[in-house]
């Protein structure tokens, strides 16, 4: 079974950064693409970033330029690198394991002053 735990959320001022986490177990990461998530208040959850086992990456053309997905193989963990934070980036960001289809517990982003 799966599992993904993310963590590395918080409250943050416009203009800051964070980088979140993803440990996962229990799946061969290794040949699994993963998948960054984002869902605001009242709003459907929306794909933020995706990573190939070999590296290749994608993004939603609102954080592009800003925000970076990366993975550690040795570590059975994939991050989210996100700069230059807007209000607007204000969400529960979910991992996903786009191989199995599991999804972490999520964890929460505040972009505020």
């Known amino acids: 079974q799966v599992q993904l735990v993310e963590s590395g959320g918080g409250l943050v001022q416009p203009g800051g950064s964070l980088r979140l986490s993803c440990a996962a177990s229990?799946?061969?990461?290794?040949?699994?693409?993963m998948g960054w998530h984002r869902q605001a208040p009242g709003k459907q959850r929306e794909l933020v970033a995706t990573?190939?086992?070999?590296?290749?990456?994608t993004y939603a053309d609102s954080v592009r330029g800003r925000f970076t997905i990366s993975r550690d193989h040795p570590k059975n963990t994939v991050y989210l690198q996100m700069n230059s934070l807007t209000p607007e980036d204000t969400a529960v960001y979910y991992c996903?394991?786009?191989?199995?289809?599991?999804w972490g517990q999520g964890t929460q982003v505040t972009v505020s002053s």
């Open positions: 996903n394991d786009r191989r199995s289809g599991a």
């Open positions: 229990g799946s061969i990461f290794r040949i699994s693409p």
């Open positions: 990573i190939t086992r070999d590296g290749t990456t």
